[in-house]
């Protein structure tokens, strides 16, 4: 079954949501700059994730690594609509101590153009 590739702009979602406010999360490492859809860089192997502002105040980074087998961009695993953390991702409040632990995926891939599998 073939999925839209992860774009510049995809949205993630964090697993159980915030129950206070909205988080900032974003991707920090960059896509690719040859290899687009709609003018939006493909992204590859993984995506780096920091997320701040969880529930109020928490905050921590994560990975979701890319899950194409037959797909490969800049010589690398694609990452696809609904790839996710294969590891819950800690976050930690310095002003309460909460620890939270959630996990990540990609809701929506950004673009709307380019599959793979």
Avoid: F, W
């Avoid at 490492?29 to 997320?51: C, F, H, M, Q, R």
């Avoid at 961009?73 to 953390?85: F, P, Q, R, T």
């Amino acid at each position: 079954m073939t999925k839209l590739i992860a774009a510049q702009g995809c949205e993630i979602e964090l697993t159980p949501p915030s129950g206070t406010g909205t988080p900032v999360i974003l991707i920090t490492n960059l896509p690719s700059l040859d290899v687009k859809a709609e003018g939006k860089g493909l992204y590859s192997d993984k995506l780096t994730i920091t997320i701040t502002g969880y529930n109020g105040g928490a905050a921590g980074a994560g990975t979701i690594s890319g899950t194409a087998q037959n797909v490969k961009i800049d010589g690398k695993a694609a990452v696809l609509e609904g790839d996710m953390s294969t590891e819950p991702v800690s976050l930690s409040d310095p002003t309460t101590g909460m620890q939270y632990q959630v996990t990540l995926r990609v809701k929506s891939a950004g673009q709307n153009s380019v599959k793979g599998a």
